[in-house]
């Protein structure tokens, strides 16, 4: 046992401990909410930001994706043993989403990222009110569409929120929900289902750029992965077993932080 705590230690040499605590909480809490409706990164993100300022953005935005990926993939495996998949749906927007999210990635150095903020923010605001006032919101699946039109779009749905995943990032679970609740008539915790699924190969696509070029922080990787983990595991078995009314409210609940965040920055830059 004293063996095993110098280990660890060693390994966490370069960072206080009231660092590795704050890192390993936070993400636990990212994985609880990303596993219930998405936007886990509207916390793990920042929390790595604000703990470890002196790195270098690219490093934090691979260690965070690795994080994720390792809470979003438990979790999705939480789902798929209790949620009854279209497979062929769920192929088809998991591949649109991975080559969008690549592109998305690519257009980074073309377009100013801090421009379609506003745009953003008015929708986001639209989402909170609609999602409010539509009190029965993803209650029960609302719309039974046929294989076609689902498919497509369901690959618009990939398409648009791949892209914004790659090209920006934050709340992407989330859309992915809504897009499945508003758009094709899904209920709440069978939409978190699938998103938690396509989000798996949205990040994937992202790390297989940061891990190339090694963009990432193996130690604190590990760390906020283990932490992400657990964090998933309860938020996925507490979502589906108080189901979509429980989820309706988080996903309230991230929409808000996503509206103070993107508000916050729109007036910083005016």
């Known amino acids: ?34 596993a219930v409706v998405g936007g886990g990164g509207l916390i793990q993100l920042p929390a790595l930001l604000i703990n470890l300022p002196a790195t270098a953005l690219p490093n934090l935005f691979g260690t965070n994706k690795i994080a994720a990926l390792a809470g979003t993939t438990v979790a999705a495996y939480q789902y798929a043993r209790r949620i009854k998949f279209n497979f062929k749906l769920l192929f088809v927007v998991s591949v649109f989403s991975f080559a969008a999210s690549y592109c998305g990635a690519k257009a980074v150095t073309y377009i100013n ?16 009110i609609y999602t409010f006032i539509k009190k029965d919101l993803g209650a029960v699946q609302s719309k039974t569409l046929s294989a076609k039109r689902q498919m497509w779009l369901g690959a618009l749905i990939a398409v648009i929120v791949g892209f914004y995943d790659g090209f920006f990032g934050p709340g992407t ?49 590990m760390l906020m992965a283990i932490c992400n983990i657990a964090g998933s595991v309860i938020g996925s078995k507490i979502a589906l077993k108080k189901g979509n009314a429980f989820v309706r409210i988080i996903f309230l609940f991230i929409v808000a932080i996503m509206i103070m965040r993107y508000g916050y920055d729109v007036v910083k830059e005016i």
């Open 1 to 34: 046992m004293t063996c095993v705590c110098i280990l660890i230690i060693d390994f966490f040499a370069n960072y206080t401990v009231l660092t590795i605590i704050t890192l390993g909480v936070l993400a636990f809490v990212a994985g609880f909410i990303d």
């Open 113 to 128: 990222v801090t421009t379609l903020k506003p745009a953003i923010l008015v929708v986001l605001v639209l989402i909170a």
């Open 173 to 221: 679970g989330s859309f992915f929900v809504l897009g499945f609740v508003v758009i094709l008539g899904f209920e709440f915790v069978a939409a978190s289902a699938y998103a938690k699924i396509i989000n798996c190969f949205t990040n994937i696509s992202a790390l297989i750029v940061f891990i190339k070029q090694g963009n990432y922080l193996l130690d604190i990787a």
